[in-house]
Structures are given as C-alpha cells and as structure tokens.
C-alpha cells in the first residue's frame, strides 16, 4: 500500500473535516446533535470517532446502535479511508471533551476540568467554573473558590465537563 503524503498526524484536520461532512447530516435527519469528529492515535491504531447526543441529552446502547450502520456507511465512502484503523460512534460521555468554541459555547457556567502544562513542563489539574472562552485571544477562564485563574488554549493538553 502506498503511503499518503504528509502522514496521519498531519492530515489529522483533514480526515476529520471530510468525515465531519459525510456524517453530521445523517446524524441531523435522525434528529441527533454531532457533538465531534475526532481522528487521534491511541497506541499503535488511528481512531476516527464521531460523538453525538440527544438534544435533551443521553444516549442509550440501542441508539448508538441504531446509528453506527449508517455512520460506517458513509465513513466508508471517506477518501482517506485508508487512514482510518478504527472507526467508533458513540455518545461523548459526561465528561466530553471540549475543543470547539460552539463546546464552550453551550457549557458556559458549567463545571469544566482543565489539564495543562506547567512552567515546568509537568501537568497540573484545575477544576472550576467556565466564565470565559476566546478563541481570538486563545484563551479560556473558569472561576473557582471566587478565583478567576485564565490559561492559554495553547498550553491546555485537554478541557473537559467535570460531571
């Protein structure tokens, strides 16, 4: 098999792009909200997963069920299909992940958990409230024990709800 130019990791946006086209109509006419479509390594496999949810919240088995033919239909038509080790649909959980300013968007004032890198360079954990989102600065705020603290998206390894 030939090797696609430019590698996984850097095609990454791409492959989410296309597939993010392929699946959130499907997703709408089944009256679902695409959470996210996130293509990332996990150990040696590239995992192409596309989260959705109800719009009053909570999937159960059987809807996801219900949706991963359809998905794996249309995901199966992707050009770079072959990038794709493993394909997941499923719910983004309590705890999902926010990476897209339409997530901070609709979480503003809920409780979120933030991962990121210290001065020195290790990983420090904060839990409070989202009081802000800037995509423009880059920037995100929560508020805990009546302290604003604002970090650099850029130094964020991940944000999530903290249910």
């Known amino acids: 098999m030939a090797k696609q130019k430019g590698g996984k990791k850097n095609r990454a946006d791409e492959v989410e792009r296309e597939a993010l086209e392929k699946v959130a109509p499907i997703i709408a006419e089944r009256g679902y909200e695409l959470w996210d479509v996130v293509f ?34 249309a995901i199966d038509t992707l050009s770079c299909i072959d990038l794709i080790d493993v394909a997941e649909v499923g ?12 997530h901070f968007a609709v979480l503003m004032g809920q409780p979120i958990r933030i991962a990121a890198k210290t001065e020195n360079g290790e990983t420090a954990y904060y839990g409070g409230e989202l009081t802000d989102y800037s995509e423009r600065d880059g920037t995100v705020s929560i508020r805990s024990d009546g302290k604003e603290q604002t970090f650099l998206l850029s130094k964020c390894k991940r944000i999530n709800l903290d249910l």
């Open 40 to 73: 990332e390594k996990e150990g040696a496999l590239w995992y192409l997963k596309v989260l959705f949810d109800r719009p009053d919240g909570g999937l159960d088995d059987e809807e996801c069920e219900q949706m991963t033919e359809p998905i794996n239909k």
């Open 91 to 102: 719910s983004p959980g309590l705890n999902r992940a926010l990476r897209k300013p339409e």
